[in-house]
């Protein structure tokens, strides 16, 4: 895997995400010990809509419009972990290879929590 690291913060006082660009602008290194950010890993995945996949994403997947939760988990990997239903979470070699075009980000875990408890509808 040869991905760019680069993150996103989503600031949890006034509920904004800043991304990559607005980071390197504006932010300085004290910026990146404030307690209120929270600090999201991008994946080196692109949507099927070309978007970049971080961290704490929501996407949903087509046709069946299962939702997964994007995870860094305790390992140092990152998971595409299923919302609301059976199965087990994807690993980023599995979900790169058969389901990157079919997926979309819906939202983000932060913007949209309710999504988090599966219901699609």
Do not use: C
């Not at 995400?17 to 950010?37: N, P, R």
């Not at 995945?45 to 860094?72: C, F, M, R, S, T």
């Amino acid at each position: 895997m040869n991905r760019e690291i680069k993150f996103r913060a989503w600031d949890k006082r006034h509920n904004e995400m800043y991304d990559w660009e607005t980071i390197k602008a504006e932010f300085t290194m004290k910026d990146f010990e404030h307690e209120d950010l929270v600090w999201l890993h991008y994946t080196g995945l692109k949507d099927g809509a070309g978007y970049e996949i971080y961290e704490g994403d929501i996407l949903i997947e087509y046709p069946h419009q299962n939702l997964h939760e994007v995870i860094w988990d305790e390992y140092g990997l990152f998971l595409f972990n299923p919302v609301g239903a059976s199965g087990e979470a994807v690993d980023y070699y599995e979900f790169e290879e058969t389901a990157t075009s079919l997926s979309f980000v819906q939202s983000n875990i932060y913007k949209n929590p309710e999504l988090l408890v599966g219901d699609k509808n």
